[in-house]
């Protein structure tokens, strides 16, 4: 098909996920034809450094002829086999058995998703089977934190704490609640390292107490670095102090690695770096670097066997059809070779790089704000540094930042509260880093310059003298 016909099909006929359908049947579609390494191409030759790993997921970068040969391969020999009836692949098998090998010690069971939405909407029917099957039918309540993001499916959404996920949706339920998110920039309190910790587990204890105590919360759901809510890094230490606040609260501790496992914060999992063993971890994204379809819920042992002994023999009514799916986990397995072949080396190398590149951009006069670990980071605009005054959202500056940024030639993404997240593949090196942070100022000079946006930092100054 031509171009037009490619466009118009998409206004005609395709929803989008996450946009206003009235604003995309106006905009239409940017139609990406190729990618290579961190770069991509659109149907119109323009070449676009990839900031952001498609949608955090493509960690190993585009074009990787080993994983296409795995799928290949897999494809080929078995496209297909049911995960039900007792039926298996040796993929999925093996996906599995390494998994638990590279996780933490305290998972040791595997079920396979086809993303991270339905991996967390997994995770909340087994913990209320877990709780029903164990006598312990009360324990209903969940808790997550604000700006935290754990999926679209029709209750996890409840857990994401994003308004535009719940309007409209009837979420969140009665049953799920949120805690302050460990936000040093944005802390009423002008609050940080232990001092936010000391908060956050205190707002723990305290919900939990609210809730009626222990014997009716469930569960604590957590990003170890909040995605989607603006890339929130907590204070180091702040993960395993609420991973302990649960046990001691006798509730289950569920990492949220959906977009920080496999390599984007340093190690493997981001829970190893505060030597964190969850009760459950949700995974997706960087599993198949966005080859293929899958997610995953990693449980415990002491979870899973009480659902098996709880059954007394009957089936555990939860599946999908594409569980465990061949050619998937081919490609996972071979993702993860990529990763233990030298990609996850190259990233923490590079790392620094891109934490001091974004660093660098303090200096202009719309950042008021740069965070990161690994290869995952963020910076915060702001109309004024010293009061840290966001932008009125009559300004767009997200749409403004996103349509400069393209004309640079950079992909990242530009959140509605005008916070720019990163998060490039594991493949980039100091050159990539480079020429983003370049592309980045470019953007950013490019915008500061447009009529809105030098009225709402005129305004904002003037404010702060008033004050």
């Not at 001091?356 to 963020?378: C, E, F, I, M, Y």
Request: with cysteine; aromatic share 8%; hydrophobic share 45%.
């Amino acid at each position: 098909m031509a171009k037009q016909a490619l466009l118009d099909a998409d206004r005609r006929h395709l929803i989008h996920p996450v946009v206003s359908y009235r604003a995309h049947e106006q905009r239409g579609a940017t139609l990406l034809e190729s990618g290579h390494g961190a770069y991509l191409r659109d149907v119109d030759g323009n070449e676009l450094l990839d900031a952001f790993a498609g949608l955090w997921c493509v960690n190993v970068g585009y074009g990787q002829q080993s994983v296409v040969a795995a799928a290949t391969e897999q494809m080929t020999k078995l496209p297909y086999a049911t995960g039900y009836f007792h039926f298996g692949s040796a993929p999925a098998a093996q996906l599995a058995e390494k998994l638990v090998s590279i996780a933490p010690r305290s998972l040791q069971h595997v079920y396979f998703s086809l993303g991270g939405s339905d991996a967390v909407d997994a995770a909340l029917r087994f913990i209320t089977h877990y709780y029903n099957v164990t006598g312990r039918a009360q324990k209903k309540h969940f808790i997550s934190l604000e700006r935290g993001y754990h999926g679209a499916s029709s209750v996890g959404a409840g857990l994401t704490a994003l308004a535009s996920f719940h309007r409209g949706f009837d979420v969140p339920l009665p049953t799920q609640h949120y805690l302050p998110s460990p936000y040093a920039y944005r802390d009423p309190l002008g609050r940080d390292g232990q001092a936010l910790i000391d908060a956050s587990v205190a707002a723990l204890e305290a919900k939990v107490a609210a809730l009626g105590g222990s014997d009716y919360v469930a569960a604590f759901f957590c990003e170890p670095v909040q995605g989607s809510g603006g890339v929130i890094v907590p204070p180091k230490g702040w993960l395993r102090a609420m991973r302990d606040a649960c046990k001691r609260l006798d509730i289950l501790f569920v990492a949220d690695e959906v977009i920080t496992g496999f390599g984007r914060t340093g190690p493997m999992f981001a829970c190893e770096i505060e030597q964190v063993e969850p009760d459950m971890m949700t995974v997706a994204k960087g599993l198949t670097s966005g080859y293929a379809p899958m997610g995953a819920v990693l449980m415990s042992d002491a979870i899973y066997q009480a659902i098996a002994e709880g059954e007394h023999g009957a089936v555990v009514g939860h599946g999908q059809t594409y569980s465990a799916h061949p050619v998937s986990a081919a490609v996972a397995l071979e993702v993860i070779r990529l990763y233990e072949g030298g990609l996850l080396a190259n990233a923490q190398a590079v790392a620094p790089v891109f934490g001091a590149g974004l660093d660098s951009l303090l200096d202009h006069p719309l950042v008021g704000d740069s965070r990161h670990l690994g290869l995952l980071g963020a910076v915060e605009l702001v109309a004024d540094k010293a009061t840290k005054a966001r932008f009125d959202p009559a300004v767009k500056l997200s749409d403004k930042i996103a349509s400069a940024a393209y004309r640079h030639g950079v992909i990242f993404r530009a959140f509605a509260d005008n916070i720019l997240g990163f998060a490039p593949a594991l493949c980039f090196t100091a050159q990539d880093v480079s020429l983003m942070v370049d592309r980045v100022r470019a953007t950013l000079d490019e915008v500061l310059q447009d009529d809105a946006v030098k009225a709402a930092v005129s305004a904002a100054r003037e404010a702060r003298k008033a004050a």
